[in-house]
T-cell receptor, first 116, second 114 residues
Framework: EAGVAQSPRYKIIEKRQSVAFWCNPI?????LYWYQQILGQGPKLLIQ????????DSQLPKDRFSAERLKGVDSTLKIQPAKLEDSAVYLC??????????????FGPGTRLTVT | GQQLNQSPQSMFIQEGEDVSMNCTSS?????WLWYKQDPGEGPVLLIA?????ELTSNGRLTAQFGITRKDSFLNISASIPSDVGIYFC??????????????FGTGTRLQVTL
């Protein structure tokens, strides 16, 4: 079974520029998550989708971050404009439960973003 | 956001030794997950615990869901060099409505020497 795919793996941009990350979850997984992991810390949830709807975006900085999952499969996360403190690894994860009944989340390799 | 406290923060052990680490929270959780993260990779799920008091094994790994629902423990027996990495606990809270929002711990960095 193919895992969660993410691209790009690495991205370097200047502050105030825009950037987008892409995620393709495990086939059949209804729930998709985006996490931000700052160096030395555990992942922090940014947004959770169930199919193509947003379930939780309470920790997403909505003035600069946006995410979509239009067809309930793959997803994009965008930052516009980027700040220095956005430098982090952005992880995508998916889980099978359509109704939240499976809590086992499987992670992609992440995109390492460096903002200069 | 809240993070769970893990201890120790880091540890150096010799190959063949057993390892113990724990995760504590001020809040109750009804699911605990343990992940391992290698450099440059995403976290990989090791063990999932769904019931207070539950003890679950996966090869040389054993994890327990604390009776109070506020802690969990992970043990690794007979460590080998490939056990090197960062181990994260993650808890799923009660009454989260959407059910599957995880809170991650601060991580335990494990180094294994020959």
């Amino acid at each position: 079974e193919a895992g969660v795919a993410q691209s790009p793996r690495y991205k370097i941009i200047e502050k105030r520029q825009s950037v987008a990350f892409w995620c393709n979850p495990i086939s059949g997984h209804a729930t998709l998550y985006w996490y931000q992991q700052i160096l030395g810390q555990g992942p922090k949830l940014l947004i959770q989708f169930q199919n193509n709807g947003v379930v939780d975006d309470s920790q997403l900085p909505k003035d600069r971050f946006s995410a979509e999952r239009l067809k309930g499969v793959d997803s994009t996360l965008k930052i516009q404009p980027a700040k220095l403190e956005d430098s982090a690894v952005y992880l995508c994860a998916s889980s099978p439960g359509a109704s939240g009944d499976s809590y086992e989340q499987y992670f992609g390799p992440g995109t390492r973003l460096t903002v200069t | 956001g809240q993070q769970l406290n893990q201890s120790p923060q880091s540890m150096f052990i010799q190959e063949g030794e057993d390892v113990s680490m724990n995760c504590t929270s001020s809040s109750i959780f009804n699911t605990w997950l343990w992940y391992k993260q290698d450099p440059g990779e995403g976290p990989v799920l090791l063990i999932a615990l769904y019931k207070a008091g539950e003890l679950t094994s996966n090869g040389r790994l054993t994890a327990q869901f604390g009776i109070t629902r506020k802690d969990s423990f992970l043990n690794i027996s007979a460590s080998i060099p490939s056990d090197v990495g960062i181990y994260f606990c993650a808890g799923l809270g009660i009454n989260t409505g959407t059910a599957s929002k995880l809170t991650f711990g601060t991580g335990t960095r494990l180094q294994v020497t020959l």
